[in-house]
């Protein structure tokens, strides 16, 4: 099903194209990234509802995000990398992460001066990644392949694998506030799950298959699903994708 989603999004066909920001924000976009979320993290044994001590909430965020990551780097052919469904689910979970975490993997995958990466509030970090680095990175590559007609790749994650659109800061947000959230409380937190799907920016059309559904229900297939809503999760054989 996400694969599925993810070959049906419009890509860019040149890297001139890729430097403008996209924030799809309708209703069945923002289901999609929910359900991925939510995917990732039942598929590394986050129980929605199920209250987590902070070392294991941390790690299953984590570990939902490098679940996400290698789906991104997965198939070239479909555009993985370049799906906004996806980017956003990334993001949000880098938001869940804290401040922390972001300050240690810019230290250890972009470098930044173990002096200074502990200034830098993950939101700083986010934006400055996301607003600076990356679109100067396209537009590099973009002029090149201009000039070429070969494309260098600078500054993507995998070789082949084109860089997503700008974008996508509500979703980084949006984990910031879950983490905020999960800090303030004095019991341990579920993990992040979304459990309301975020309203849109604007009216989309939608099916009447979808319209036939609980509010917020997520089929995951094999008898599997849970309520976006709510939280129910009914388990089945396990996830797919």
Sequence with gaps: ??????????????????????????????????????????????????????????????????????????????????????????????????????????????????????????????????????PADVAYNAAVEELTGHNPGVGRGKPGFAHSRSGGEAWFDRGQAQRAAADRGRTPAPPPFILTVPEPGRPSAESAAQLAQPPGHVDLGHGESVNLETGHYTPGFGPKY
């Design 1 to 134: 099903m996400i694969r599925g989603w993810v070959a049906a999004e419009p890509k860019p066909t040149t890297e001139y194209e890729r430097l403008a920001a996209v924030n799809p924000a309708d209703r069945v976009h923002n289901y999609r990234v929910s359900y991925v979320v939510n995917y990732a993290l039942l598929k590394v044994g986050a129980v929605p509802g199920h209250p987590c001590p902070p070392a294991r909430w941390q790690a299953l965020t984590e570990k939902a995000l490098w679940t996400i990551t290698a789906l991104r780097q997965s198939d070239a052919k479909i555009g993985t990398s370049e799906s906004l469904i996806l980017r956003d689910a990334q993001r949000y979970l880098y938001g869940t992460l804290g401040d922390a975490w972001l300050q240690r993997h810019v230290t250890k995958k972009y470098h930044v001066p173990s002096e200074i990466a502990p200034l830098l509030p993950g939101k700083v970090i986010d934006r400055g990644y996301e607003q600076v680095c990356k």
